[in-house]
């Protein structure tokens, strides 16, 4: 049960100004202790990602991470790890390939069709040992020139490889965000039945606030103006330059077209 936060403003300083004023979301790392990141493009255009394994309120690294992030997008990531996946720097989000970066909030059965089908179809070398690297290994196989429909069939590929085994089985969250050159995507999606009992109702739902200076995709449990919650299974994208919102969906649970091989 991470927590993500997604920024994209018109100019370097409203994103600095942004990332400022976030102190609200650094005191949810009393929670969320388990590591944080950050990626954002650098002035030279590159993919800049910057983590670390201690608790964002008590790493002397995380405000210099912040302060040093020049550029017009942005995310942030404060992970709360899943039980039996360790606390190492290699496990914290966000995660990246080439120009690309992506954060998870949530979890999911990781079962041995699952990993067969991706070691077998040759996705993304994962470097650590969390669902999530799995998430982003699949969200990039399925990235064929849209990347709404790349997330979405992702997300339905992991939701359908559990229904083989219990067709009422979904998995508790694969709520998400991602980063490109050229935009900032979120998706949610959650079981309600699969919140831990100490969870508040809303410990999955992301929010979308539009504002002159920015533009916040965002977790709960800490104040933004503005801010309304997204539709379940629905992507938002956020486009770099213009800051223009679009909603691409709701998709229907499961995806809509690519069928997990059977079971072995």
Known sequence: MCRLLGVVAPTHQQLRDVLDASD???????????????????????????????????????????????????MVHLRRASVGIPVELRNCHPFAEGDVAFEHNGQFRM??????????????????TTDSELYFGLVLHFFSGSWPDAIVEAAGFITRDLWVDDPNDNPEALNCLLLTPDALYGYSQSEPAKLKPESTPDTYVLRLAERPGSVVVTSTQWTVDAATPLTERAVVEVRRGTLAVTVHGP??????KNSIPPAP
């Open 24 to 74: 609200g979301f650094c005191e949810l790392s009393h929670k969320h202790q388990d590591g944080w990141g950050v990626a954002w493009y650098g002035e030279a255009g590159g993919l800049e990602v910057v983590k670390g394994a201690l608790p964002a309120w008590s790493d002397p690294d995380y405000e210099p991470a912040l302060a040093a992030v020049e550029g017009d997008i942005a």
């Open 111 to 128: 079962t041995d069709r699952l990993r067969a089908y991706y070691a077998d179809n040759g996705l993304r070398a994962v470097g650590g």
């Open 251 to 256: 998709a229907p649970l499961g995806g809509s």
